[in-house]
């Protein structure tokens, strides 16, 4: 059997043709009770982990998988379409004058649909002083999220075809009246995204673009709306990664963000990352991040560390 040997995997040439994500075919005999009824079909266990390495992503700041500020087509876990994957994570960003945790986790059921939770605690520091808020005051917010992956594989399948999945995140503010206070029209909101990825396993590069309709200013921590805009506007994110080996990849996200509250412009973020696998189900990113300005601080730039455990 001809196979084709990249960073992220040995694979089987043949392997392109098989529906399940990072899964290749065996020519493993069968054994105990398949070998006794080779008609019987194979029994498919619950929690598969076939996926290859670093194909399912790592997690989003908001709980979705895809990198740290962009999401992705992909299903998190590491199971294909017979199996239940389970991911969790925690998260932590320090910028010149805040500070974010977020932590949470996904279920990925049948590599076709995908359930996730993330808290975020944005802490003000000594900043909170200085906006009227109190050395220390803390923004907290729960996001819930759905994505339902359409057609294609992020990994195999024709160079040309994509994983398409679509998605929604709601998103509540848990300081809705200090969040209307500077100006938010809503303490809650939902965004909807479509996300389109591709693995070029030849190449070793992974090329993911989201279109996302969303209202939230400074992803929802600040509220959502504001006097300069209300309603969803239409933004880009995007990422490209280069695998150096099976357990480590390097890359960069772009986001943009819409521009709601006449007190605080808001711009787009962007960071470089580097990701590193050092055991099947564990994943380290670590990353430099700008978000640009926060309410009315400079421009906010630190360092990204995050943690994710798979099955």
């Given at each position: 059997?001809?196979?084709?040997?990249t960073?992220?995997?040995?694979?089987?040439?043949c392997?392109?043709?098989?529906?399940?994500?990072?899964?290749?075919?065996?020519?493993?005999?069968?054994?105990?009770?398949d070998?006794?009824?080779?008609?019987?079909?194979?029994?498919q266990?619950?929690?598969?982990?076939?996926?290859?390495?670093?194909?399912n992503?790592v997690?989003?700041?908001?709980?979705?998988?895809?990198?740290?500020?962009?999401?992705?087509?992909?299903?998190?876990?590491?199971?294909?379409?017979?199996?239940i994957g389970?991911?969790?994570?925690?998260?932590?960003l320090?910028l010149?004058?805040?500070?974010?945790?977020?932590?949470?986790?996904?279920?990925?059921?049948?590599?076709?649909?995908a359930?996730s939770?993330a808290?975020?605690n944005?802490?003000?520091?000594?900043?909170?002083?200085?906006?009227?808020l109190?050395h220390?005051?803390?923004?907290?917010?729960?996001?819930?999220?759905?994505?339902?992956?359409?057609?294609?594989?992020?990994?195999?399948?024709?160079?040309?075809?994509?994983?398409?999945?679509?998605?929604?995140?709601?998103?509540?503010?848990?300081?809705?009246?200090v969040?209307?206070?500077?100006?938010?029209?809503?303490s809650?909101?939902?965004?909807?995204?479509?996300s389109?990825?591709k693995?070029?396993?030849?190449?070793s590069?992974?090329?993911?673009?989201?279109?996302r309709?969303?209202n939230?200013?400074?992803?929802?921590?600040?509220?959502?709306g504001g006097?300069r805009?209300t309603?969803?506007?239409?933004q880009?994110?995007?990422?490209?990664g280069y695998q150096?080996?099976?357990?480590?990849?390097?890359?960069?996200?772009?986001?943009?963000?819409?521009?709601?509250?006449?007190f605080?412009?808001?711009?787009?973020?962007?960071?470089?990352?580097?990701?590193?696998?050092?055991?099947?189900r564990?994943t380290?990113?670590?990353?430099?991040?700008d978000?640009?300005?926060v309410?009315?601080?400079?421009?906010?730039?630190?360092?990204?560390?995050?943690?994710q455990?798979?099955?």
């Amino acid at each position: 059997m001809a196979c084709a040997v990249t960073a992220f995997a040995t694979v089987p040439a043949c392997a392109q043709q098989d529906g399940r994500q990072g899964v290749a075919p065996t020519d493993a005999g069968a054994t105990g009770q398949d070998a006794i009824d080779p008609d019987r079909p194979p029994r498919q266990k619950l929690f598969n982990d076939d996926k290859l390495l670093l194909t399912n992503g790592v997690t989003t700041v908001e709980g979705s998988a895809g990198g740290g500020l962009s999401s992705w087509a992909v299903i998190p876990g590491m199971e294909t379409d017979h199996g239940i994957g389970l991911s969790a994570f925690v998260t932590g960003l320090s910028l010149r004058d805040f500070t974010l945790e977020a932590h949470g986790i996904a279920i990925g059921i049948r590599n076709r649909l995908a359930l996730s939770y993330a808290r975020q605690n944005f802490d003000t520091l000594s900043a909170g002083t200085a906006l009227g808020l109190g050395h220390g005051y803390t923004f907290r917010q729960d996001i819930f999220g759905t994505r339902l992956r359409l057609f294609g594989d992020a990994v195999y399948g024709p160079a040309f075809l994509p994983e398409v999945s679509v998605g929604a995140e709601f998103k509540h503010n848990l300081n809705g009246a200090v969040v209307r206070l500077v100006g938010a029209r809503q303490s809650a909101g939902t965004d909807f995204t479509i996300s389109a990825t591709k693995l070029m396993l030849g190449q070793s590069v992974l090329i993911a673009t989201t279109f996302r309709l969303t209202n939230a200013n400074q992803f929802g921590l600040l509220g959502f709306g504001g006097d300069r805009h209300t309603a969803r506007s239409g933004q880009f994110e995007g990422a490209l990664g280069y695998q150096l080996s099976r357990t480590l990849v390097v890359g960069g996200e772009v986001r943009t963000r819409p521009d709601n509250l006449g007190f605080a412009r808001e711009t787009g973020a962007h960071d470089l990352f580097v990701a590193w696998s050092p055991l099947r189900r564990a994943t380290l990113t670590a990353a430099f991040v700008d978000i640009g300005p926060v309410a009315t601080f400079r421009p906010q730039r630190g360092a990204y560390l995050s943690l994710q455990v798979t099955t």
